[in-house]
């Protein structure tokens, strides 16, 4: 019985027989390829069917992306909900000359960034210790007084901002999995900027405020 004859496949250029999963990875990338030419074409003949074949698409992908960024499914659903609002309202599909699915990951990435940065600006700890320090003076504290009662009243709130934040970010500072270059990055970044910002505020500003407070008192009294 003749047996069955199976031709072995080899990579034309260098003539060696390709990886399994390289294989899976070019078939996919050519299905990748096939994808976005439909979607330029749907794009040509109705941009709204194109938009909400992207959203169809790439909608689930989106969140999750976001969700390394931001740590909340509700943000990440409103950071993707308005990439594809200003993504159809501004009409950017008319200047993606590129893949449209590495255009809306970088927005949604961009777009997480922005929120995080945000976020720490609105929790800047040394602007509201000025504040209170600034308030003690008003009610006739003493400088020292001021300061130090004004350092006892936030340190506690002051150091659980800091260390929640940075136990919340610590998976993702310590990952090593694939994809995890850029958030790994992001989220040693963002923990060593709260623990720096908590120890400055509570050793270098108080400094400062003393020197400036006693500098335009005497000033004045000069």
């Not at 958030?183 to 623990?195: F, N, P, R, W």
């Given at each position: 019985?003749?047996?069955?004859?199976?031709?072995?496949?080899?990579?034309?250029?260098?003539?060696v027989?390709?990886?399994?999963?390289?294989?899976?990875?070019?078939?996919?990338?050519?299905?990748?390829?096939?994808?976005e030419?439909?979607?330029?074409?749907?794009?040509?003949?109705n941009?709204?069917?194109?938009?909400?074949?992207?959203?169809?698409?790439?909608?689930?992908?989106?969140?999750?992306?976001?969700?390394?960024?931001?740590?909340?499914?509700e943000?990440?659903?409103?950071?993707?909900?308005?990439?594809?609002?200003?993504?159809?309202?501004?009409?950017?599909f008319?200047?993606?000359?590129?893949?449209?699915?590495?255009?809306?990951?970088?927005?949604?990435?961009?777009?997480?960034?922005?929120?995080?940065?945000?976020?720490?600006?609105?929790?800047?700890?040394?602007?509201?210790?000025?504040?209170?320090?600034?308030?003690?003076?008003?009610?006739?504290?003493?400088?020292k007084?001021?300061?130090?009662?004004?350092?006892y009243?936030?340190?506690?709130?002051?150091?659980?901002?800091?260390?929640?934040?940075?136990?919340?970010?610590?998976?993702?500072?310590?990952?090593?999995?694939?994809?995890?270059?850029?958030?790994?990055?992001?989220?040693?970044?963002?923990?060593?900027g709260?623990?720096?910002?908590?120890?400055?505020?509570?050793?270098?500003?108080?400094?400062?405020?003393?020197?400036?407070?006693?500098?335009?008192?005497?000033?004045?009294?000069?």
């Amino acid at each position: 019985m003749q047996a069955n004859f199976i031709p072995e496949i080899t990579d034309p250029k260098s003539g060696v027989h390709p990886s399994p999963e390289r294989m899976g990875d070019a078939a996919h990338e050519t299905q990748e390829v096939y994808v976005e030419v439909f979607i330029r074409k749907t794009f040509e003949e109705n941009p709204r069917k194109g938009c909400e074949m992207l959203f169809r698409l790439y909608y689930r992908g989106l969140c999750t992306h976001a969700v390394r960024y931001v740590y909340s499914k509700e943000i990440a659903e409103d950071l993707v909900a308005d990439v594809f609002y200003t993504f159809w309202n501004t009409r950017a599909f008319l200047s993606v000359t590129y893949s449209f699915r590495s255009f809306l990951f970088r927005s949604v990435r961009n777009r997480a960034y922005n929120y995080l940065m945000n976020e720490m600006k609105k929790t800047d700890d040394g602007i509201i210790l000025v504040h209170v320090m600034k308030d003690n003076l008003v009610n006739r504290l003493p400088l020292k007084q001021a300061i130090s009662e004004g350092i006892y009243g936030r340190i506690r709130p002051v150091i659980m901002i800091a260390l929640l934040g940075s136990l919340g970010l610590l998976p993702a500072a310590l990952s090593n999995g694939m994809g995890s270059e850029i958030q790994k990055t992001l989220a040693i970044m963002i923990v060593g900027g709260l623990l720096i910002c908590m120890f400055l505020s509570f050793t270098v500003l108080p400094q400062i405020f003393y020197l400036a407070y006693r500098k335009s008192k005497k000033e004045k009294s000069s």
